[in-house]
């Protein structure tokens, strides 16, 4: 069964700090991964990344994909209280079209 | 832009009773879908559609009907509520031919079922 596992489920910092979330996939067929912050409504588009070891960069996030140990990272630097969220991965198989969402990192930045 | 709208954005129903939740979207996208969020448990898919006429189930189908007459609008149906349904739903919307990894999030329809 396809699945996707995020770590920390949760993760309390103090800003200034640098954090790590981590996405762990199995997924037959696998086309891509996601990621989401999610601060009171709805879900924002973060990254899309299909290729291994080619970072993708956002101001002070970035996410890099490893399709051979089967994960991916979001980093987060220099936190700031506007990063507070829940960030969710998911996966998009190629053999139909349901992709698949880890249960979320739930980040708490403390000022 | 409107984006993907959501109605309503919050409903009480009684054990039993039925509605649909709107959803529409006015960016031209194929592709559309259905979550529920529940605390913990992330996104789950309910129904997806990749055109107008096109549904398929998803993760957690049951209790739940969708259909597609238009590429704009794709409604969730509740047959017959339970308090098992009381979540938060979201509907997505991608262009499938481009793009189709990167969804577009309505507001969410918060929906308690007592």
């Known amino acids: 069964e396809d699945k996707v596992v995020q770590s920390p489920l949760s993760l309390v910092v103090h800003e200034g700090d640098t954090v790590t979330l981590n996405c762990s996939y199995e997924?037959?067929?696998?086309?891509?991964l996601l990621w989401y912050k999610q601060e009171k409504k709805a879900p924002t588009f973060l990254f899309m990344l299909?290729?291994?070891?080619i970072e993708k960069k956002s101001g002070r996030l970035s996410s890099i994909l490893d399709k051979k140990e089967l994960f991916s990272i979001l980093n987060i630097t220099a936190t700031q209280t506007g990063d507070s969220a829940v960030y969710l991965c998911?996966?998009?198989?190629?053999?139909?079209?349901?992709?698949?969402f880890g249960k979320g990192t739930r980040l708490h930045i403390l000022p | 832009n409107a984006g993907v709208t959501q109605t309503p954005k919050f409903q009480v129903l009684k054990t039993g009773q039925s509605m649909t939740l709107q959803c529409a979207q006015d960016?031209?996208?194929?592709?559309m879908s259905w979550y529920r969020q529940d605390p913990g448990m992330g996104l789950r898919l309910i129904h997806y559609?990749?055109?107008?006429?096109?549904?398929d189930q998803g993760e957690v189908p049951n209790g739940y009907n969708v259909s597609r007459s238009t590429t704009e609008d794709f409604p969730l149906r509740l047959l017959s509520a339970a308090p098992s349904q009381t979540s938060v739903y979201f509907c997505?919307?991608?262009?499938?031919?481009?793009?189709?990894?990167?969804?577009?999030f309505g507001a969410g329809t918060r929906l308690s079922v007592l």
């Open positions: 997924v037959t067929n696998f086309r891509s």
């Open positions: 559609s990749v055109g107008a006429g096109i549904t």
């Open positions: 299909t290729s291994s070891g």
């Open positions: 997505a919307s991608s262009p499938y031919a481009l793009a189709k990894n990167i969804q577009y």
């Open positions: 960016m031209n996208h194929e592709y």
């Open positions: 998911a996966a998009f198989p190629r053999r139909d079209d349901k992709i698949i």
